[in-house]
């Protein structure tokens, strides 16, 4: 059901041939009401698509009526053209469903720089806006580019429910990651109060997960409230659902990030402020040495202090404790627990690292560096 | 003859048990004057081995008669047992040449986290010791790790001469890189025109080799004059000279950088300060999608804009153009000539990358992401 299981929500997932595959390649979510409230974040990349850019234009009065997804191209550094065909993408879902193109926001994934078939495109708005229903399962598949499993999320609240889809399979980094999610709920929250919990929520799921260190051009996480529950929750109450949402959608994307084969949870405790917590956490996410060595099952422990050494953090790198799935193999920057005492043949790997400075404390989430992601890298055009 | 070339210096390699392969691993070179004077840069990574913190006290006075290095175990992370192992190195190099242990400089390389041989060592010591002379080369072999050639220079300016040994092969990046580098000259100039040559010629060599973004903890670059020559070149061309010597060892390394197929250059121009040209062409060289793309010889410059969008430079993204080996792929911020009018097929890669917003530019070079770095980088343990 995902996007489509709060009340008030239609969607369908379509193909037009964006995709040569002739997968579904068209996606569209309809909030019936009868509230419309609604917010957004986007990527924190400099270069943003042309939906990017359209869309923070439509969410800025914090409100959505429809929101319109293609993969099969991501409409990235397309110029003026690029624009204009966001441009008519959304009159069109206006046209069709009788609302304004103000209040239509569109998301693209795909290969940067190359024009998006303008016809198919529209063909296939008409064809989602013919095919409105409880279609969520189908949307959730009509934004996978090199996804190989949909990602969908439904959890229930005291009289409401929250619904959620997300793509990315690669190009997963801080700031966002290549990542398209649309969360929906019939709880009834003004505008101001969505933005806040999804702020809250992402900063700690989708914030969070850097796979491979490359930020993409098209992230949006796009939450809409129908309001038609009749239920308004506590915002407290609410972000922590959110957030428990966003946090299924983010480890979903983490298992299925191109070419992985462990997921990596990197946990810092004793830094003296949560941003260095971060920074030392996202140092070890993003080096290929550390996540080469992971791929191989080598608990090496020299390449996590060789990365936390270059971050600005407040520490003693001859204090720090680094432990691997609960083993501490490193303890006051020498030799601990010999290394052949973990295991690390299992998917999931835990990284602990104490810098022994403080008490605040992050977690990081990311994959090993594979065969694999080098070769659907090497080869990805499409 | 590398490090043997100018006159004054003495070198030997030998091997002593730290690399299970038999193979060479220690080397020494002595500076029998006149002069002793000397300059070293280290690596600006925190997390320090133990004998760069050795080396930092060595330096600090402008002299050095010695530099001893090992292969087959870095030193580092191994506790106050390790550098008690650097002390008493620099000692036995004392005694053997009957000079003060406060001007022999140590370094190793290999892997963290593990206690060196001390026996095995000052075995090296004394062997290298005993089998000094004109054998520049033997040291270089010495100091090898995964490196699959030596690497060495000698150039001549008026009167005097330059030479130079390298190794490194991975862990190659800025602040120095898993690299070390011993240059020695029969010029005759004082510690402190040696450190300002030094500095002004690594900053634009070997700080701008970015092969795979992972900062060691072990990287040190020794220059050291023996005025044996008799000649005091101007400033400005010593270091002319040796910028032109750390440019030949940094391609050198750049060449043979672990598992690598394609050298790239990426020449950034038309930026506001240097530091902003050097910003933007490190966050390409850093994108592992951009170097997956370089491995399957696909000129994706999507995957270069989206890289230079996270940078904080000042330029506008849709001013930009990208060339790759001279056909311009991207005008403005949009598709240019087609892609396929590029042959990425050869070893040398250049991408230029004009951000249209002032006159200061900068060269980083970088290696592609290749299975065969996976490979080498999951089973690394020597």
Not at 61 to 88: E, K, P, Y
Not at 249 to 275: F, K, R
Request: glycine share 10%; charged share 15%.
């Amino acid at each position: 059901m995902s996007v489509t299981a709060p009340k008030g929500f239609r969607a369908a997932g379509v193909a037009c041939g964006l995709k040569s595959s002739g997968a579904r390649d068209l996606a569209l979510v309809v909030n019936d009401g009868p509230s419309s409230q609604a917010a957004a974040v986007f990527t924190s990349n400099r270069a943003k698509a042309n939906p990017i850019l359209w869309s923070q234009q439509v969410i800025a009065d914090g409100t959505a009526t429809a929101i319109v997804l293609n993969s099969g191209g991501a409409n990235c550094f397309t110029g003026a053209q690029g624009f204009q065909t966001t441009h008519v993408t959304a009159e069109a879902v206006a046209d069709a469903l009788s609302v304004s193109a103000g209040d239509v926001v569109v998301c693209s994934t795909g290969l940067i720089g190359e024009q998006l078939n303008r016809d198919a495109l529209l063909s296939g708005v008409a064809a989602a806006a013919a095919s409105l229903g409880a279609h969520g399962d189908d949307a959730a598949r009509a934004i996978m580019t090199t996804d190989s499993v949909p990602k969908t999320v439904v959890l229930e609240g005291p009289g409401y429910t929250i619904g959620g889809m997300a793509k990315g399979a690669g190009m997963l980094a801080p700031g966002l990651a290549t990542m398209l999610v649309v969360l929906t709920t019939d709880a009834d929250l003004p505008a101001a109060e969505l933005d806040r919990a999804l702020r809250a929520a992402t900063r700690v799921s989708f914030d969070r997960l850097d796979s491979d260190g490359c930020m993409s051009t098209n992230d949006q996480v796009t939450l809409m409230a129908s309001g038609a529950s009749g239920v308004i929750p506590p915002v407290e109450q609410f972000t922590e659902l959110l957030t428990e949402a966003c946090m299924s959608l983010m480890t979903q994307l983490q298992a299925d990030a191109e070419g992985s084969s462990h997921d990596i949870v990197i946990a810092v405790s004793g830094a003296v402020t949560d941003d260095d917590a971060v920074e030392v956490a996202r140092s070890v996410a993003r080096s290929n040495l550390f996540k080469a060595a992971m791929f191989g099952n080598d608990p090496n422990w020299g390449r996590v202090l060789a990365a936390i050494g270059t971050t600005n953090a407040a520490f003693d790198p001859y204090a720090v404790d680094v432990s691997f799935n609960g083993v501490r193999l490193c303890h006051a920057g020498a030799p601990d627990r010999p290394r052949d005492e973990v295991d690390l043949s299992g998917r999931e790997i835990d990284v602990s690292i104490d810098l022994k400075a403080g008490s605040a404390a992050a977690t990081v989430y990311t994959n090993d560096l594979t065969h694999d992601y080098v070769h659907e890298n090497s080869a990805y055009a499409s």
